[in-house]
């Protein structure tokens, strides 16, 4: 299905970073229909469920990623509610692991949106699902516009393949899915003729033109509504004709993640067809096969490995910034930055970035240093420690092994946005970012990140001490390095 067909109305700005049918979930619940197409409309609406007596049991299977203050808030309940039911749930529970049977006391909302999942969630990152995939290897099997199309971006000349890869890897969105998009949209997989708008993903917005820069719109509005229902976020949110939709609590994150990109350019009834069986779905699978054939990309109870605070032993730095996103403007909030005390503006500096545990730099590019924890050599897999604003001077080359502790370069404003000196760091875990704050909270020497009010602002505790992130050089913000 292609955007051809489908008038638009897009309306979400965006400016970029600074970096078979699928089963719904809780199936045992009784659905009732409601019709909510029109006439003329030519799908099937999909069930919506009844409604239940508030606090009633209901049946619920993890899934993956899922956490305890999520389900807290997708189903309107309490954490104490849901451990009553599940009492074998353990105290210091991170992730839970997918397809653990559960009973969750629910609170029913009126306007729930759709329960049928497009994609899981382990296709929706660039995870391990994706290794080994070579995006100019599949468009050579096909005869569409992408497979020739060349670009001018900022750094160069760019093909097709080479804009997916690289919205693909700085987003951390799969390859498969940005293809399928362009597919739905434009033909750009199957058919030969190129689209007559450089708005290749119908963003009209002059800012955005052409395929590199439509692309990270769509991977930024994407993960805005990914990470945020992963932390239990996004309980609601309006389409351009003023309805209000509420995810339905047993949704998945990719598939929430897809309702509000669409959301925010479509209402019923294309909207509804576009996350239903014959919209991004129906393309997906025709392009890639059933996507419900693949592991879960988050074990439960994940931990996070030990890491040191990313500058050198005995050093004194200023904690500049709380949680905040991680790549791209808005979610996910997986970063938080550190600067060395007394340098100010982008002014250089001998200080050192450390390597916060051993692992194998994966990538190194200006401004940007990827760490492989382990060491198998794929940013796709396992836990990934990303650092932004490295300056080019002595930084950590590709290929390069380094311990803990060890020399990778120096705080910079290079790399993206930034008004001054300092080191933006992440993590990732099998393609995932991982929210800095939360159950599987960023840790540091002991030191745990708590999200303040906005992006930027929060601290950091460690037992009784607490210091507050500031982007000036406060007595409140400094920390030290004890290892």
């Not at 239903?276 to 096969?289: D, I, M, N, V």
């Not at 982008?346 to 190194?364: H, K, Q, Y």
Request: aromatic share 10%.
């Amino acid at each position: 299905m292609r955007l051809a067909h489908i008038a638009l109305a897009l309306l979400a700005t965006l400016t970029a970073c600074s970096p078979a049918a699928a089963p719904a979930g809780g199936e045992e619940n009784p659905f009732l229909v409601t019709e909510t197409s029109t006439p003329e409309a030519s799908f099937t609406p999909v069930p919506t469920r009844r409604t239940f007596a508030p606090g009633e049991l209901v049946e619920y299977i993890a899934q993956t990623g899922d956490t305890l203050p999520a389900l807290v808030s997708r189903f309107n309940t309490s954490e104490a509610e849901i451990r009553a039911a599940n009492p074998v749930i353990p105290e210091q529970v991170t992730t839970l692991p997918p397809g653990f049977p559960m009973q969750i006391p629910i609170y029913y909302k009126a306007l729930w949106g759709s329960s049928y999942q497009i994609i899981p969630d382990s296709l929706y990152v660039n995870g391990p699902a994706q290794v080994g995939f070579e995006v100019q290897g599949f468009l050579n099997q096909h005869n569409g516009w992408l497979k020739t199309h060349v670009e001018q971006i900022t750094d160069g000349p760019r093909t097709g393949a080479e804009i997916i890869e690289l919205v693909a890897t700085n987003f951390s969105i799969s390859p498969r899915l940005l293809l399928a998009l362009v597919e739905f949209h434009a033909g750009g997989v199957t058919n030969p003729t190129p689209p007559v708008s450089r708005y290749v993903l119908g963003y009209q917005n002059q800012g955005y033109p052409g395929l590199y820069l439509q692309l990270v719109w769509a991977a930024n509005t994407l993960n805005n509504g990914y990470y945020t229902h992963r932390r239990g976020g996004l309980l609601e949110f309006e389409h351009p004709d003023g309805r209000l939709e509420r995810p339905d609590p047993w949704q998945n994150a990719a598939s929430i993640g897809l309702h509000y990109y669409f959301s925010r350019n479509y209402s019923s009834p294309e909207y509804d067809q576009m996350v239903g069986p014959a919209g991004l779905a129906q393309t997906y699978a025709s392009l890639f096969g059933d996507p419900w054939t693949t592991e879960p990309h988050l074990p439960g109870s994940l931990q996070q490995p030990s890491l040191k605070l990313p500058f050198e032993k005995g050093k004194t730095w200023n904690y500049t910034g709380g949680p905040h996103a991680g790549w791209g403007r808005g979610e996910p909030f997986a970063a938080v930055d550190f600067a060395p005390s007394g340098v100010s503006s982008c002014n250089t500096t001998e200080e050192w970035v450390t390597a916060m545990a051993d692992g194998l730099v994966v990538r190194s590019e200006p401004g940007t240093v990827v760490l492989d924890l382990d060491m198998d050599g794929l940013e796709q897999t396992g836990w990934i420690i990303f650092y932004l604003h490295l300056s080019n001077e002595n930084r950590a080359q590709a290929g390069q092994m380094v311990l803990r502790g060890d020399k990778i370069g120096h705080p910079s404003c290079e790399g993206g946005e930034s008004t001054g000196t300092h080191v933006h760091v992440a993590r990732k875990y099998n393609g995932e970012w991982v929210l800095a704050d939360g159950p599987l909270a960023f840790n540091m020497e002991g030191w745990v990140v708590q999200n303040g009010r906005q992006a930027y602002d929060g601290s950091m505790s460690r037992f009784s001490q607490i210091i507050l992130s500031s982007l000036v050089s406060e007595a409140k913000s400094q920390i030290r390095s004890e290892e």
